[in-house]
């Protein structure tokens, strides 16, 4: 009798105990899903080659599982659409797909997707990434598809455009074009040669387009992959 008249007394004290600890771990998720906006719009801002290799660089370590993935997703999601934040930023936290298909070249991006400020204030929007290739590599196609233009730009040079199943890709700075217009090709077959720049170095201009509109080519490619 004296048992129930104690649980009866002392319940709703247990019972409010119990609900601030819930909330108190609700806010520390929350905490730290504000500071993962935080440092993602703070590599929006700076959206340069240096922030790129940032993200990269954390995307090679970490690599836990973290306790607000399912709230954080649904955060970082509205966020997302507020500060319009980079595909490549998210999935570091492994809340986007992994990328299926191989790169194009073995190589480094040095210049991200996206638009670019220099210091004389002026800004570039770059419809792809630009990549330094190792060695002495040749880009390949990323997937099976058609080609379906090759372009000649001058200082340029060539530019491929390949048709896949439900997405487009370009391969620019080519000196000598190995696929012909209408020609059906293989994942892995070889595109074309790189020129030099007057730097000396190679460069391939990769562009990946759906519906009409260039979209990041990490959200597609793992550019970590070997081939």
Same mark, same amino acid.
């Given at each position: 009798m004296y048992r129930r008249r104690y649980k009866a007394k002392f319940n709703p004290i247990i019972?409010?105990?119990?609900? $601030?600890?819930?909330? $108190? $771990?609700?806010?520390?998720?929350l905490v730290a899903v504000l500071i993962i906006l935080v440092i993602l719009l703070i590599l929006k801002k700076l959206n340069n080659s240096i922030s790129s290799n940032i993200i990269e660089i954390v995307d090679n370590s970490i690599k836990y599982e973290f306790s607000i993935k399912k709230d954080g997703k649904l955060v970082l999601d509205y966020g997302k659409k507020l500060l319009s934040l980079p595909e490549k930023a998210l999935t570091v936290f492994n809340l986007v797909n992994n990328p299926k298909y191989p790169p194009p070249i073995e190589g480094t991006i040095y210049n991200p997707f996206g638009e670019t400020r220099y210091l004389d204030g002026s800004t570039r929007f770059n419809n792809g990434v630009d990549i330094i290739p190792d060695e002495e590599k040749e880009p390949?196609?990323?997937?099976?598809?058609v080609v379906k233009r090759i372009e000649d730009r001058n200082t340029k040079g060539y530019f491929v455009t390949i048709e896949h199943e439900d997405f487009i890709t370009v391969y620019g700075y080519l000196i000598n074009v190995y696929v012909k217009e209408g020609e059906f090709i293989d994942q892995g077959t070889k595109i074309g040669s790189l020129g030099t720049n007057k730097d000396g170095n190679k460069y391939l201009h990769f562009e990946v387009w759906k519906e009409g509109s260039p979209i990041d080519p990490t959200q597609y490619v793992d550019f970590r992959r070997k081939i």
């Open positions: 019972n409010l105990l119990i609900a $601030r600890l819930h909330y $108190r $771990r609700q806010i520390k998720k390949i196609s990323i997937d099976k598809g």
